[in-house]
C-alpha cells in the first residue's frame, strides 16, 4: 500500500525545536537570531514566499524583516545594501528571493552574501563546503526532502536516487547531499536520452524540474519514494479534471481561488510508488522550516555559542 509522505508533521517537529532553542538562547545572551529576506521588484509568488517566511519566523521567535527594493535597483545599490547587512550583528541570515528582474544576475547579487550568513544556503562558497562533505547552511528545499527521508526511516545507503532537475536550488545541492548519505545519485535534465528507462532505476525518484504533472507512472519503479518538488499553477479546468477526476478539494480550489496546485508528477503515480509527497502539503512546508533552522545554525556559529 502507498503511503503519502506529508510534510506538516516533520515542519512542525523542526519549527518546535528551533522555537525551543531561540527561547533558550534569548534567556541566556538576550538576543535572538535575525532573518533578512530582501524582495526586489513586485513579483507576486515570491512576495507569498516571503511572507510564509516572515509567519514562520514570528512563530519560532526569530526576528525577521523584508526589505522591499524597487524592480529596476542597480546592481552595485543592491550589491552595496547586501554588504551592509553583512556588517550589521543583528542579522545572522541572509536571503536574496529569486527570481531576480532580468538586468539582475542572481549568482553575481548572491556570491555577495556572507557565507556565514547564506540562509538559503546556494553560496558558492557553501556550495563547495557541501562538495567536500563540510558543516554548512545546507540548501533549504534539499535540506528539507533529506529531513523528511530520515523522518519516514527511508533507507539512503547504497540506494540508487534519480533527480530530473539540475537547478542550483535544488538539484544540483540535493545530488550532493544524497552522495554524501552514501547513495548512488544520477541527475537527469532535459538532454537526458530515454529519461523514463533511466527514472525507473530509481529507488528514490525526486521530480524538481517545474514542469506541470511531467512524470507519468511510465517514470517510476514500482515501489520506488517518489518526491514531487514542484509547485505549479493550474486554472485550466480541463487539465485538472484530468489529473484529479471530480476531486472535491481540486474543484473547490477551482471556483474559490481560481486555481489549483499541482505538483511535477501526476497524481496517479501514487499507486506504483510506495511512498510519495503530496502537493501540496509536501515538500514546501520543510523548505521553510528548515529556512528556520539554517538561520538558528548560523545565529549559533556568529555569536560563538
Not at 24 to 46: A, F, H, M, Q, W
Not at 151 to 165: C, D, T
Not at 190 to 214: C, E, H, N
Not at 237 to 245: E, R
Request: aromatic share 4%.
Amino acid at each position: 500500500m502507498s503511503t503519502w509522505l506529508e510534510g506538516k508533521p516533520l515542519a512542525e517537529r523542526m519549527k518546535a525545536e528551533v522555537a525551543e532553542k531561540v527561547s533558550y538562547y534569548k534567556d541566556k545572551t538576550g538576543r535572538v537570531p535575525g532573518l533578512v529576506g530582501i524582495l526586489v521588484g513586485e513579483n507576486k509568488s515570491s512576495q507569498v514566499y516571503l511572507r510564509s517566511k516572515e509567519r514562520a519566523s514570528q512563530q519560532v521567535g526569530i526576528a525577521a524583516q523584508i526589505l522591499r527594493l524597487p524592480a529596476d535597483m542597480e546592481a552595485g545599490a543592491l550589491k552595496a545594501k547586501i554588504e551592509s547587512l553583512n556588517r550589521d550583528e543583528n542579522v545572522d541570515g541572509i536571503l536574496v528571493q529569486l527570481p531576480l528582474p532580468g538586468h539582475l544576475d542572481p549568482l553575481d547579487i548572491i556570491s555577495v552574501i556572507d557565507p556565514a550568513k547564506d540562509a538559503d544556503g546556494i553560496h558558492p562558497v557553501t556550495l563547495g563546503r557541501l562538495l567536500q562533505n563540510q558543516a554548512v547552511l545546507k540548501a533549504c528545499t534539499p535540506l528539507g526532502i533529506l529531513e523528511l527521508l530520515k523522518f519516514h526511516r527511508i533507507p539512503l545507503a547504497g540506494q540508487e536516487a534519480v533527480i530530473i532537475g539540475r537547478s542550483l536550488i535544488v538539484g544540483k545541492p540535493l545530488a550532493l547531499m544524497l552522495t554524501n548519505e552514501n547513495a548512488t545519485v544520477t541527475v537527469c535534465h532535459s538532454k537526458t536520452r530515454d529519461l523514463p528507462a533511466v527514472a525507473r532505476r530509481a529507488d528514490i525518484l525526486v521530480a524538481a524540474m517545474g514542469q506541470t504533472a511531467f512524470v507519468t507512472p511510465d517514470f517510476v519503479k514500482t515501489g520506488a519514494v517518489v518526491v514531487d518538488v514542484g509547485i505549479n499553477s493550474v486554472s485550466d479546468s480541463g487539465i485538472v479534471a484530468s489529473l484529479f477526476g471530480n476531486d472535491a478539494g481540486r474543484l473547490k480550489d477551482l471556483a474559490e481561488k481560481g486555481y489549483t496546485l499541482v505538483g511535477d508528477v501526476r497524481p496517479d503515480v501514487f499507486s506504483k510508488a510506495s511512498a510519495m509527497t503530496p502537493v501540496p502539503g509536501g515538500v514546501g512546508l520543510l523548505t521553510v522550516a528548515a529556512l528556520m533552522k539554517n538561520t538558528l545554525q548560523a545565529f549559533i556559529r556568529l555569536k560563538g555559542l
